[in-house]
C-alpha cells in the first residue's frame, strides 16, 4: 500500500524487449503536487518507463500503483484521473482546436456547457483561447503542443504525464510550454511527472531523477544535484554525475 500523499508509485520495475533490458529494478515514487523531471539521454529507458506509468505497457517485474490503486484492478478508475502528453503528436490536424478538445471531453463524459466551461479553462490557461477556431495543421509547432497540453487537462487530472513535450520545438515555444506547464502545478495542484533529454527545462522541478541504459543513478532536487556535482549547471551537474555528456542542454 502506499500512502494518502503518494500519488504514483513504481517498484523493482524491469521491462525487457528480446535481449535488450529497458528497465532494470526501477523503483521511484511521486508524492501529490511534486513535479519530477525524469532526464536521461535517448535510450535511456525514460518512454518505457512513462509507458509503463501510463498503463500502455505491463512490466515484466515489479509493481504499478498510481493513486494506491493498480491497472489490473482499477485501470477505468485511474484513467480518469490522468493526462498524458504522447512525444509523438496525438490530435486531429485536419479538426479545428475546439473540434479536437470537444471530441476529447466527450471521451470523458463531458458535455454541453460543462465541456465549453472546460474547454474555455484550458484553452485560457494555455493562452490558445484566439486560436480555438483553427484547424490544428494551420497552428505552428509549439501551438499544436499546447493544444495538446490543453487537452490533457480537461479532466482535471490529478497526475499529468509527458513524454518529451518540448521535443522539436523552437526556443521561444519551448519556454512558453515549459511555462505553462508549471502553472498548471501552482494554480491547479497537478503532479507532473515530465521525461525530458533537456536538462535546463528541469531547473524549475522539484526532483530530477536520472535515468541511463535503464537504470535510476542519481535523485536529487537540483540544488542537491547541483551541490553533489560541484557544478555551476545542471549540465555541468548532469556530466559530472554521470559521465554522460550525451544529455542536451536545453537551447538558448
Known amino acids: 500500500m502506499t ?38 539521454p535517448n535510450g535511456a529507458g ?5 509507458q509503463i506509468a501510463a498503463g500502455l505497457f505491463a512490466p515484466d517485474g515489479g509493481s504499478v500503483n498510481v493513486f494506491g490503486m493498480t491497472y489490473q484492478g482499477q485501470a477505468a478508475q485511474i484513467l480518469t484521473r490522468l493526462g498524458v502528453v504522447f512525444q509523438a503528436r496525438a ?28 474547454i474555455a479553462d484550458v484553452a485560457a490557461l494555455l493562452e490558445i483561447t484566439d486560436l480555438i ?3 490544428v495543421r494551420t497552428l505552428s509547432g509549439g501551438n ?18 509527458m513524454d518529451e513535450p518540448t521535443v522539436g520545438l523552437d526556443p521561444v515555444s519551448r519556454q512558453l ?9 501552482d494554480r491547479n495542484g497537478t503532479t507532473i511527472l515530465w521525461a525530458t533529454h533537456l536538462i535546463e527545462e528541469l531547473a524549475g522541478a ?22 553533489r556535482a560541484g557544478a555551476a549547471t545542471l549540465t555541468d551537474a548532469y556530466i559530472a554525475l554521470t559521465g554522460a555528456p550525451e544529455v542536451e542542454a536545453t537551447p538558448a
Do not use: C, W
Open 206 to 227: 522539484d526532483r530530477i531523477i536520472m535515468l541511463r541504459t535503464g537504470e535510476i543513478i542519481q535523485e536529487g532536487t537540483p540544488a542537491e544535484l547541483l551541490a
Open 133 to 135: 477556431k483553427k484547424p
Open 91 to 118: 490530435i486531429d490536424l485536419d479538426m479545428t482546436v475546439i473540434a479536437n478538445l470537444r471530441f476529447h471531453a466527450a471521451l470523458f463524459g463531458l458535455g454541453g456547457k460543462s465541456a465549453e466551461a472546460r
Open 3 to 40: 500512502d494518502i500523499e503518494t500519488v504514483l508509485a513504481l517498484n523493482t520495475i524491469t521491462k525487457t524487449y528480446g535481449k535488450t533490458t529497458a528497465l532494470k529494478d526501477v523503483s521511484l515514487s511521486i508524492k501529490k503536487g511534486e513535479i519530477v523531471g525524469l532526464l536521461g
Open 177 to 185: 510550454v515549459v511555462r505553462h506547464i508549471r502553472d498548471v502545478r
Open 46 to 50: 525514460k518512454s518505457t518507463l512513462f
Open 144 to 161: 499544436q503542443r499546447r493544444v495538446e497540453v490543453a487537452r490533457a487537462l480537461l479532466n482535471k487530472p490529478d497526475l499529468l504525464l
